[in-house]
């Protein structure tokens, strides 16, 4: 049982709009920034946004982040097949003093 | 180009303890701010955070493991360790080492990742 709550899947066809959610409480998400990783299948994860609604360098701009409340969001456009992949969101929980994951968000590019 | 590996026995029996090591390379580990990370995910499961080390030594780890749990860095070396005692099935992974933007932050950079497995 992970401590964030993300959907186990989401998919969408290329070109279409898909959003992942994250849903945490007052003492991760309500407090602090979330950050998203992908996950490619044998792979280590990719940082994919940071604090919430930032891009690393090299991250398209067709993925973008947001938070509001102890909800956070991750919006993925122009869908296309290599964004075929695992999405996990992290947040800093103050109560457990320690980073938390979400149990990752199955993507499937129809 | 950061980079980071993880080194250490790929099977482990149970009740004895499991020892990784992340070697850091095209980068100094003793940066300010930076935290390292071990981060496992279990096979088909999802990210688990173990702990957390900064340079100076001072370290945040998983309240529901902390008792099993030592990190440690070596700052002439680059490296930091991970030490998990009283190994159970449970504890099969893959364990990942990472750089952590602060001890609340984002890990930004990743190892390969190393499969430990638990097993007589």
């Known amino acids: 049982q992970s401590v964030l709550t993300q959907p186990p899947s989401a998919s969408g066809a290329p070109g279409q709009r898909v959003t992942i959610s994250c849903s945490g409480s007052?003492?991760?998400?309500?407090?602090?920034?979330v950050h998203w990783y992908q996950q490619i299948p044998g792979t280590a994860p990719k940082l994919l946004i940071y604090t919430s609604s930032q891009r690393p360098s090299g991250v398209p701009d067709r993925f973008s982040g947001s938070k509001s409340g102890t909800s956070a969001s991750l919006a993925i456009s122009g869908l296309q097949s290599e964004d075929e992949a695992v999405y996990f969101c992290a947040a800093w929980d103050d109560r457990l003093n320690g980073a938390v994951f979400g149990g990752g968000t199955q993507l499937t590019v129809l | 180009q950061l980079r980071l590996q993880e080194s250490g026995p790929g099977l482990v029996k149970p009740s004895e303890t499991l020892s990784l090591t992340c070697t850091v390379s095209g980068g100094s580990i003793s940066v300010r701010y930076y935290y390292w990370g071990w981060i496992r995910q279990p096979p088909g499961k999802g990210l688990e955070w173990i702990g957390s080390?900064?340079?100076?030594?001072?370290?945040y780890i998983i309240p529901s493991i902390e008792s099993r749990v030592t990190i440690s860095v070596d700052t002439s070396k680059n490296l930091f360790s991970l030490r998990l005692r009283s190994v159970a099935a449970t504890d099969t992974a893959v364990y990942y080492c990472a750089r952590g933007a602060g001890p609340a932050r984002d890990f930004d950079y990743w190892g390969r990742g190393a499969l430990v497995t638990v097993s007589s």
């Open positions: 007052s003492s991760n998400i309500g407090r602090n920034t």
């Open positions: 080390i900064y340079y100076s030594g001072s370290t």
